[in-house]
């Protein structure tokens, strides 16, 4: 079995996820997101809309809406994003928020401040399940994945997600897009 | 030889090294870097003075100056400043410049237009002589490095530096540091 396990790589810029109560407050009675471009996961995709977050700290003026809504709203940054908003955000899995930071939210029909959300998100793969099992990999199992170049490093602690509504595919952040020097189209291979 | 070998880590923020004439440029004739505190190299300290950079997309209106004065002025930032810049920094070692992009460097008495300079750091390990004696760690040697924790990774192409001028200290930039969650003061290991 000498099968490389290679996985395309994408780098999560900060984005947010809104449930439909926060789409109606910030955006209005009866509005809805309309899509940018799809991502690489099925039926996911960047909205044309923005918000913007202000923290104690700081702020970011256009946050990108990543769709459809969801059950909770859910601020994804990076670590120095957190640092600049002036958050002590940890690093979670989408979706598990409880005890997480809050933030305010505005957006061009009004505002929102939610008590928590705002987290770093693990370095996680989605795995097919035919991929998943070609290659003897477990939901929830932690995987070493190694990009190479100049800025080669080694991620461990790498979270696999298998579903059969996922399409291969590895998600970092930009710090660690940035620390390995890989961009989105670039790969990594699975070494554990 | 299970000698575990434990390396402290040093965060750099992104910051400049100015040459004499650019000193005297930028905070006028006879002006001289006041110490604000020691950094980890003997001899080599943060000053009070800092200095507003402006690159063709952003700037930063407040970036440290490391002492002392440098031969050729350098500014050092993470890939995630280089962007926000606007700029395409190359990941180099500190003093390789040459076709690195330029810079504005704006000070109280003063600016300044380099030519070139800025750069992403690489990655690198400053031993003391008997550290990498010990070790047996050569000069420009590459190693690997490991830091653990939840999200633990291995740096790779560390750089190792020795010189019996240095002490013992790791440098990796904000994205390293935040892609594997460390800040100075924490340890790594070199792994091989």
């Known amino acids: 079995m000498s099968d490389i396990k290679q996985i395309p790589v994408g780098v999560s ?3 947010i996820h809104l449930s439909k109560e926060h789409i109606r407050i910030l955006f209005g009675e009866g509005a809805e997101l309309s899509e940018l471009k799809p991502l690489s996961q099925p039926g996911q995709f960047a909205a044309n809309e923005t918000v913007a977050v202000h923290g104690p700290k700081g702020s970011f003026a256009k946050v990108r809406i990543l769709g459809p809504a969801r059950k909770a709203t859910q601020l994804e940054v990076s670590r120095t994003d957190a640092f600049a908003l002036g958050l002590k ?16 939210i505005v957006g061009p029909a009004g505002e929102v401040t939610v008590e928590k959300g705002v987290i770093v998100a693990a370095r996680h793969i989605h795995f ?4 998943a099992e070609r290659w003897g990999i477990a939901d929830k199992q932690l995987l070493k994945v190694r990009v190479g170049g100049e800025r080669g490093l080694v991620f461990e602690n790498v979270i696999a997600r ?9 998600h970092i952040d930009t710090d660690e897009g940035n620390a390995a020097g890989v961009s989105t189209g670039d790969f990594g291979e699975i070494i554990e």
């Open 13 to 15: 810029a900060r984005h």
């Open 89 to 104: 955000a940890p690093v979670r899995e989408s979706g598990n928020i409880e005890g997480t930071p809050g933030i305010r």
């Open 128 to 131: 097919h399940t035919s991929d």
């Open 162 to 170: 298998v579903s059969p509504d996922f399409a291969l595919d590895m």
